[in-house]
């Protein structure tokens, strides 16, 4: 069964003070690994799709890594403005299938205090 | 441009009643999704459709709940005899498309759906 785990559910960082969020993620033949950033009372917002291991792809203070078996969000001199949900998903399903359905974790609740 | 759009953005319904939630995708997005979110956790597929073609509907908890897309544009999520268990969060998503390779899907703001 495809599935994905993500840690912390919660973490609480200063200002300035980098860290990383990990995504843990089985599934039969990855499509791509995505992950949005959801703020409250609002849907999630795309960021990266990583499709290969050993990819990389960065914006501004965020730059996400994949392996064969997780993903990392790293958060570099984070803000307040970055505090929000980040969400992981998978996409699986194999060639000319119809599975196109996005499997989600949990998500890391990131607070960033000033 | 204009993303996704969702209405209406909350939806209170007594238990037993009919509600219909819509979804107006990105322009030229074939693919269109229904996810439910509740609190705390994160998106479950519900429905996808490409076109007008529901391709996969394994997510729909009951035969109450009912998706369409009738010109393969605007879709309508629809839940008969609502249960406070269908209190949740509905997302929309739309993609350019989905084949081989993969696109990513962007997000309505959700209709929160409450059930008294």
């Known amino acids: 069964e495809d599935q994905v785990t993500q840690s912390p559910e919660a973490l609480r960082l200063q200002e300035g003070e980098s860290s990383s969020l990990n995504c843990s993620y089985t599934?039969?033949?990855?499509?791509?690994l995505f992950w949005y950033r959801q703020d409250p009372g609002k849907g999630p917002e795309f960021l990266f799709t990583?499709?290969?291991a050993g990819e990389e792809k960065e914006k501004e203070r965020l730059k996400a890594t994949l392996t064969k078996k997780e993903s990392f969000l790293h958060i570099t001199a984070p803000k307040p403005e970055d505090s929000a949900t980040y969400l992981c998903?998978?996409?699986?399903?194999?060639?000319?299938?119809?599975?196109?359905?996005?499997?989600f974790g949990k998500g890391t609740k990131l607070s960033v205090k000033p | 441009g204009a993303g996704v759009s969702q209405s209406p953005r909350y939806k209170v319904a007594k238990r037993g009643q009919d509600v219909a939630l819509r979804c107006d995708p990105i322009?030229?997005?074939?693919?269109l999704f229904w996810y439910q979110q509740a609190l705390g956790q994160g998106p479950e597929f519900l429905t996808y459709?490409?076109?007008?073609?529901?391709?996969?509907k394994s997510g729909l908890p009951s035969d109450r709940f009912f998706a369409e897309r009738p010109e393969g544009s605007v879709s309508t999520l629809k839940i008969q005899r609502t249960q406070q268990e269908d209190s949740a969060v509905y997302l929309c998503?739309?993609?350019?498309?989905?084949?081989?390779?993969?696109?990513?899907?962007?997000f309505g703001p959700g209709t929160r759906l409450t059930v008294t």
């Open positions: 998903a998978v996409q699986g399903g194999q060639y000319g299938g119809s599975q196109g359905n996005l499997i």
């Open positions: 459709f490409q076109n007008e073609a529901q391709l996969d």
């Open positions: 599934v039969s033949g990855l499509r791509g």
């Open positions: 998503a739309s993609s350019l498309w989905v084949t081989v390779s993969s696109y990513e899907q962007y």
């Open positions: 322009s030229g997005h074939v693919s």
């Open positions: 990583l499709y290969s």
